[in-house]
């Protein structure tokens, strides 16, 4: 009895020897593939869409320029650094050569650029030189969002609209983004923004998310997240240039009525503002929900718009717009109280109008809030005046920027297709 007691005993220790052994071998072989900030599936995407290309990763802000600041006190310029240097890791592990505007906390704002410019636009148009001459395939531009309200979050990527890859690499990335990190309704937005504007590669910037906003601050934090965010960008990328790497037989495509196909581009309607009534005012305020970036038009009856010349006409609209929304409104207003406008000109269909640098500070450096701040002043002034541009200025000074996305040189033209298409118009009272 006793020997075949130790005849069993041993066939279960040698099966669970066994066992343990097997169990050592899975662990290691999914530990050695699934190492923190190792692409899991990198094989199946990478060889021969990905090595060889060049990238140009983009760490926003720096140096005497924080960015957004966060209510711990956390900045923008850190939070954008870091992303990148662990996006250029990724890159690099397979064969991607990066080039990095930057590597520590500085700026470009002393490097010579003609004209008398600020440092802010010398530190912008120095990063789109370097993106111009490095013969790069694309550009990824890091930073942080921020708005005056911590209602939103969400990591947002926007393209220049007049570049359709960039489009489709926004696009990618916004997918990844979402897929990878949760919930995030938010889509790839287009925005006027001077890296964006002015470099001759496919660009994007990513916005990783909202300081503004007191969770997402706290993640912003977090090295674990950042690393995160990090391979997202990563594997939107990938899927991009995987994408870019098909014959074009395999993209989308649609008959052409010859018995042919040709690739197709979505076609946008021409927008246009509302008719107004007379003594009808029409104010952009942004809209509260956590989606998209953009405005709900306000109505308000105002008696002092009769009768009275454009520029007139404009001082009160801009007065109404300073007031924020009406009483009890749900939206948000897009640009401080008081009395920030300190010129003002209206000449035919063009207006310019000057405003302090002290903006600047509401904005915070924080893309959408800037996005949002410019086009809720140019909207609101095209609708109510009919105009077809304006330009700001910014303590008299042509070719400013208040948060450092946009380089107010140029005359902006309003951009309809901001505010809700078909969507009712709030009704407002004024104070």
Not at 67 to 78: D, I, T
Not at 80 to 94: C, G, N, P
Not at 132 to 142: C, G, H, P, T
Not at 365 to 372: D, I, Q, R, T, V
Request: charged residues 25%; contains cysteine; glycine residues 10%.
């Amino acid at each position: 009895m006793i020997k075949k007691k130790f005849f069993w005993l041993n066939i279960v220790w040698r099966w669970e020897y066994i066992f343990a052994i097997f169990f050592l071998f899975v662990c290691g072989f999914l530990g050695g593939v699934t190492r923190r900030g190792e692409p899991v599936d990198a094989p199946a995407l990478l060889p021969s869409a990905i090595a060889g290309k060049t990238i140009i990763i983009d760490a926003g802000h720096g140096g005497f320029d924080p960015g957004a600041v966060g209510r711990s006190g956390l900045e923008e310029k850190a939070v954008t650094l870091d992303i990148a240097k662990r996006l250029k890791r990724y890159f690099s592990r397979v064969g991607v050569y990066v080039i990095m505007t930057r590597e520590k906390d500085q700026d470009y704002s002393t490097m010579h650029e003609e004209g008398a410019l600020t440092k802010k636009r010398r530190d912008l148009l120095y990063r789109v030189r370097m993106a111009n001459e490095s013969k790069a395939d694309l550009l990824l531009s890091i930073h942080v969002n921020s708005f005056p309200q911590s209602i939103w979050s969400g990591a947002q990527c926007f393209y220049d609209s007049k570049t359709p890859e960039s489009k489709r690499l926004a696009e990618a990335i916004q997918n990844s983004l979402v897929t990878r990190l949760g919930p995030n309704r938010r889509k790839a937005q287009s925005a006027d923004y001077l890296l964006l504007k002015a470099t001759k590669i496919p660009s994007v910037t990513v916005e990783v998310g909202f300081i503004s906003n007191p969770r997402e601050e706290e993640l912003l934090a977090d090295a674990e997240y950042r690393e995160k965010l990090a391979e997202s960008i990563f594997y939107g990328t990938a899927a991009y240039l995987t994408q870019e790497a098909r014959p074009a037989a395999a993209m989308a495509t649609k008959p052409n009525g010859d018995g042919g196909e040709t690739l197709t581009a979505k076609v946008y309607p021409e927008l246009t503002f509302p008719t107004l009534e007379p003594g009808t005012a029409c104010l952009y305020f942004a809209n509260p929900n956590n989606e998209d970036l953009g405005f709900t038009p306000e109505l308000r009856t105002l008696s002092e718009l009769a009768g009275t010349s454009k520029l007139k006409k404009a001082q009160v609209i801009l007065e109404e717009l300073a007031k924020g929304p009406g009483e009890g409104s749900a939206l948000l207003p897009c640009l401080p109280g008081g009395d920030w406008v300190q010129g003002l000109q209206v000449e035919g269909t063009r207006a310019v109008i000057d405003v302090p640098s002290e903006l600047g500070a509401f904005i915070n450096g924080g893309g959408a809030s800037e996005l949002l701040a410019i086009y809720s002043l140019v909207n609101t002034l095209a609708v109510n005046l009919n105009l077809k541009e304006v330009t700001i200025l910014v303590d008299g000074v042509k070719n400013a920027t208040l948060g450092g996305h946009f380089l107010l040189g140029d005359a902006i033209k309003p951009r309809p297709e901001l505010g809700p298409v078909g969507a009712e118009t709030v009704v407002g009272t004024g104070y």
